[in-house]
């Protein structure tokens, strides 16, 4: 059974306007799980509180309030040992386990959709095992045919300073959008340790 847990405000949004979805994709490192605690963080200093979901099943510890995480529902370890996996193998087990459950979580959306402000999922850290997996396009397609959907592909810009991974990153946003024909912005991260003139 998906569990949530209710947002500390009840927003005034009305009933006929959908709560819109942000995606978080990006390559491992690349600072996915602190731009959404940031986010949030920022979101609450305004008094908005949005309903945060966490696909990351072999996340130690999640920085922001999650009202869904999918470490609940499925034991990553337990995934692990039981059907004698790999990290990438077990973080895919979980989310096509997930996906059996996925309708529960359409339902909880629904039934709070009129009171929240915006909908952010917080994917795994291994890129591939979502945007490229069964799973993650079930879960994309699901909250796209339901809600306003959009993508945010953060980019570690440090990293970036490396014309080879800054085109590696590039290709890879260019797949992702054309996989998912969602609306789809980069977010240039981690660009307080680099200097602007490197980018």
């Given at each position: 059974m998906v569990k949530d847990t209710?947002?500390?405000?009840?927003?005034?949004?009305?009933?006929d306007q959908l709560p819109p979805c942000l995606v978080v994709l990006g390559m491992a490192g690349s600072g996915k799980t602190t731009f959404v605690q940031r986010l949030t963080s920022h979101l609450h200093s305004k008094r908005t509180f949005p309903y945060l979901i966490n696909l990351d099943p072999a996340a130690g510890?999640?920085?922001?309030?999650a009202n869904i995480d999918i470490r609940d529902t499925v034991d990553y370890k337990g995934v692990m040992k039981e059907y004698g996996l790999g990290p990438n193998g077990a973080i895919l087990t979980c989310l096509n386990l997930l996906c059996t459950k996925f309708d529960q979580i359409l339902s909880l959306l629904e039934k709070r959709d009129s009171s929240i402000p915006s909908i952010i999922l917080d994917t795994p850290g291994q890129i591939e095992v979502?945007?490229?997996?069964?799973?993650?396009?079930?879960?994309?397609?699901?909250?796209?045919?339901?809600?306003?959907?959009?993508?945010?592909?953060?980019?570690?810009?440090?990293?970036?300073?490396?014309p080879r991974t800054f085109m590696s990153n590039m290709l890879y946003a260019c797949s992702i959008l054309y996989r998912t024909k969602l609306p789809f912005f980069l977010v240039l991260n981690k660009s307080d340790v680099v200097s602007l003139g490197s980018l």
């Amino acid at each position: 059974m998906v569990k949530d847990t209710e947002s500390p405000q009840q927003a005034s949004s009305s009933s006929d306007q959908l709560p819109p979805c942000l995606v978080v994709l990006g390559m491992a490192g690349s600072g996915k799980t602190t731009f959404v605690q940031r986010l949030t963080s920022h979101l609450h200093s305004k008094r908005t509180f949005p309903y945060l979901i966490n696909l990351d099943p072999a996340a130690g510890t999640v920085p922001f309030p999650a009202n869904i995480d999918i470490r609940d529902t499925v034991d990553y370890k337990g995934v692990m040992k039981e059907y004698g996996l790999g990290p990438n193998g077990a973080i895919l087990t979980c989310l096509n386990l997930l996906c059996t459950k996925f309708d529960q979580i359409l339902s909880l959306l629904e039934k709070r959709d009129s009171s929240i402000p915006s909908i952010i999922l917080d994917t795994p850290g291994q890129i591939e095992v979502f945007t490229w997996s069964v799973s993650g396009s079930i879960i994309t397609g699901s909250l796209a045919d339901k809600y306003p959907t959009i993508i945010a592909y953060v980019v570690d810009s440090a990293r970036s300073t490396n014309p080879r991974t800054f085109m590696s990153n590039m290709l890879y946003a260019c797949s992702i959008l054309y996989r998912t024909k969602l609306p789809f912005f980069l977010v240039l991260n981690k660009s307080d340790v680099v200097s602007l003139g490197s980018l």
